[in-house]
């Protein structure tokens, strides 16, 4: 039996192939693909701004069904939240299992993301069987090494696929509490007062995850209308246009709401170079700026060390995730009051792939899900 796939042959180039439907072998499983979301760094990866090795699959924000599982799939892999079985439904971790021998797993093994060893699922060449090891695809083969999670029941159907997006919100939130123990008037806490720069998809989860975490005022900047007005949704209390205004005219804004201050937290989402310069202007004096946003190089930009000296701050990177935060996402989505659903704006074949992925950033384009199966 033949399988489709879109294969990214190069930058700007995908095409629709077929490929044998692969058996699994006794630690793997093969999972039929039901959604995937359009994450941005399959635009990036479109676009040329990612070094990767191509033909590559893309896709890795994935909810599919079991077709196949090995007879010891469940003992290798982690499973959480199984056993499971064929029919299930599940999300994949991307990243794979850590290999344990590489530098940052023997010296660093709390920052399991560092791990040079471990593949990810939508960024690794496609060359050689099984071939399919990413996501915009009718099947997916899922590797012994990998951590499978069984969706939860009560996760409601239409949010599922925003399980990876979440893990990486819910992650740049966490990383406003670290590093190490919180002393008074450090780190995020209830009642903090942040501002998300940038509001594509993940600033509208990092809004909502900080608006169900008891945070205070949330000061939500970006260039689009209709993306603050979605900010508000999610629970964003002051919507700031960057068209609108000026550097200056932001800083004076957010001082303003912060009796003088500034913002205790400041996340980029944006992907921009200058405004994570802007971040260091407009959180205050012992306050943390969490860098979200550039997970591909996007160029540099004026920074004033001094001010950092001077402000005595917390600059907080995030690579990904640990495996386990995908625990933290599904929790996350079988408890939260924002309207999540209303981040879903698109759902399309796997034929129109590079349609969807053009769609990204434009009015009224957050989250664009393929349904391989359509």
């Known amino acids: 039996m033949q399988v489709q796939a879109a294969v990214m042959l190069q930058p700007g180039q ?54 196949e599982i090995g007879k010891n799939a469940n003992q290798v892999m982690n499973v959480m939240g199984g056993p499971i079985k064929a029919g299930d439904r599940v999300t994949v971790v991307p990243g794979s299992k850590n290999c344990g021998r590489c530098y940052y797993c023997l010296h660093v093994p709390g920052r399991p993301t560092l791990c040079s060893g471990r593949t990810i699922y939508g960024f690794s060449n496609s060359e050689t069987p099984p071939y399919l090891n990413g ?30 997006p979440v893990a990486v919100a819910t992650r740049a939130v966490e990383r406003a ?30 809004v909502a995850v900080l608006r169900d ?52 937290i400041a996340i980029e989402c944006a992907g921009l170079p200058a405004v994570f310069s802007e971040a260091l202007d407009v959180v205050r004096r012992g306050g943390k700026v969490i860098e979200v946003g550039h ?8 920074v004033r060390p001094h001010q950092i000296c001077n402000k005595d701050l917390d600059v907080c990177g995030v690579w990904a995730y640990p495996q386990i935060q995908f625990q933290t996402a599904l929790d996350y989505l079988q408890i939260t009051r924002a309207p999540l659903h209303e981040l879903i704006t698109h759902h399309l074949p796997l034929h129109q792939l590079e349609k969807g992925i053009d769609m990204l950033g434009q009015e009224g384009v957050y989250k664009v899900v393929i349904e391989p199966q359509l």
């Open 135 to 164: 996501e915009f695809a009718e099947y997916t083969y899922i590797h012994g090494n990998s951590w499978v999670y069984k969706m939860p029941e009560s996760v409601p159907d239409e949010i599922r696929v925003l399980t990876e």
């Open 295 to 302: 997970y591909t190089d996007s160029g540099d930009t004026q």
């Open 213 to 264: 975490s008891g945070a205070g005022t949330i000061i939500a900047t970006d260039l689009i209308d209709s993306r603050l007005e979605m900010a508000k949704q999610m629970g964003a209390n002051v919507v700031i246009n960057v068209g609108d205004t000026t550097p200056e005219e932001r800083v004076e804004q957010i001082q303003e709401l912060t009796n003088g201050v500034g913002v205790d």
């Open 14 to 67: 995908i095409e629709i192939r077929e490929f044998e439907k692969p058996t699994p072998a006794d630690d793997a499983l093969l999972l039929q693909v039901d959604s995937v979301g359009i994450c941005g760094s399959d635009k990036h990866m479109y676009l040329g701004h990612t070094a990767l090795k191509f033909p590559v699959i893309p896709g890795h924000e994935v909810v599919g069904t079991v077709a």
């Open 177 to 206: 509490c670290a590093p190490g123990l919180p002393q008074i008037g450090d780190g995020y806490s209830i009642g903090s007062r942040v501002a998300v720069l940038g509001c594509g998809p993940i600033g509208l989860l990092v």
